[in-house]
């Protein structure tokens, strides 16, 4: 404390208490210097990683997050081409983009595609990742007459449906909104894939539209709140709807903003989902991260790669689940270039970098602390918000959330 005070009265000198604080994203203050007492402590306790709220990681044990490797479902021969050279450098997973509109997918050329590519999937080696929307029940369908049932029971990854968003996009009404949460359901109690999970909750777009990182957690907060009421109505228990979720959020360069944003989110969920009584696993948030797309610089992934690599850098000190690898400019010629770029930056970080280890290496340090609990502590406030107008999807219909998404 000695040596703090000595710093602040250096500081003081210089600067005025006004300019020892910039404000960033609107809500966050980040302050000149920090020490034992900036972290307050309060709206997080203190805690070993692997105990509740799992802010500092899910487990005690150290694990390596997931590299999934995302590919465009174009020409069949691209496309496999591709998955192929992503497999011989043995990523995690498969993520396949649907290319082309979902009214077209669910047509005999697209569901035929999706097939074909299928069958050269080791799928039971290889998650496999789509983001389905609409089509989900016909995905699973394909994915179950292509199985055996001991496949079936080893095959991992996500087919994804995310109502919310689609409704947010005027995609679906109100009413096939709420058909959809019954088609989840009935996925959940039915489907022969227990490894695949089925709920999918993209931050990307809300970011896309003006939401600030309090904003970002609070929404996923909400969505998530929102599909287990919606879904439990078909009497599943939170438990189960929960362990059938995924969070996807964008990662920027902002390092210790993205950080602290991951770890607070993770900890608030943890604290929802034991209000629903779930038990432990439901209440660790699978986490996907994404490099924020206006990172990626058009026409030059050498300077893409840069950028991207430090969102990645972020993502895994802030303990995700998996990383999802898209290739920098998917419009330019050399998609090899990119996609090798984007995987191996990724591999590096983990494989070689070591960053995972040890576990929850940022822990402890004031800053990230401080900030941690200024994004908690914001975002709950503004999730209660919502909550008080209803829940997420009344919030967007009264206008309420007008004041921080532009919709």
């Not at 109502?163 to 995609?171: C, H, N, S």
Request: hydrophobic share 40%; with cysteine.
């Amino acid at each position: 404390m000695e040596n703090y005070n000595k710093w602040k009265r250096a500081v003081d000198q210089i600067l005025t208490p006004k300019e020892q604080k910039t404000m960033i994203d609107e809500d966050i203050v980040l302050d000149l210097l920090y020490h034992k007492v900036s972290h307050i402590n309060q709206a997080i306790p203190y805690h070993e990683p692997g105990q509740f709220p799992f802010m500092r990681g899910h487990t005690a044990n150290l694990t390596k997050p997931l590299i999934i490797q995302s590919i465009p479902m174009r020409e069949k021969e691209v496309t496999e081409a591709r998955m192929k050279e992503a497999l011989e450098e043995e990523v995690d997973g498969i993520e396949l983009l649907l290319s082309f509109s979902e009214s077209q997918a669910g047509k005999k050329d697209g569901i035929y595609k999706l097939e074909e590519l299928l069958k050269v999937l080791p799928l039971t080696k290889t998650e496999l990742h789509i983001k389905s929307g609409k089509l989900q029940q016909a995905f699973i369908n394909l994915l179950a007459s292509l199985t055996t049932e001991d496949e079936k029971r080893h095959i991992q990854g996500a087919i994804t449906a995310d109502p919310f968003w689609l409704f947010m996009e005027e995609k679906l009404t109100y009413e096939q909104q709420s058909q959809q949460y019954e088609t989840i359901a009935k996925l959940i109690r039915h489907s022969p894939f227990t490894n695949i999970r089925l709920i999918g909750i993209n931050t990307d777009g809300y970011r896309q539209l003006g939401a600030n990182v309090i904003t970002e957690v609070a929404l996923a907060l909400a969505i998530g709140v929102e599909y287990i009421e919606g879904i439990a109505r078909g009497r599943i228990h939170p438990s189960v709807i929960g362990k059938s979720m995924v969070f996807s959020f964008s990662v920027g360069s902002y390092l210790s903003i993205e950080i602290a944003k991951i770890r607070a989110f993770r900890a608030l969920w943890a604290v929802v989902m034991k209000e629903y009584c779930a038990e432990t696993i439901a209440q660790k948030a699978w986490i996907e991260a994404r490099a924020d797309p206006l990172l990626q610089v058009k026409g030059d992934p050498h300077l893409s790669i840069v950028k991207v690599t430090v969102s990645a850098i972020a993502a895994i000190l802030s303990g995700v689940q998996q990383l999802s690898v898209r290739p920098f400019d998917e419009n330019e010629s050399n998609t090899h270039l990119n996609d090798r770029l984007a995987r191996h930056a990724m591999m590096i970080l983990r494989d070689e970098a070591f960053l995972h280890f040890p576990i929850d290496s940022i822990g402890g340090s004031y800053y990230i602390e401080s900030l941690t609990e200024q994004i908690a502590e914001k975002a709950w406030k503004r999730f209660i918000g919502i909550e008080q107008q209803g829940g997420v999807e009344r919030a967007r219909r009264n206008g309420w959330l007008k004041a921080y998404v532009m919709m």
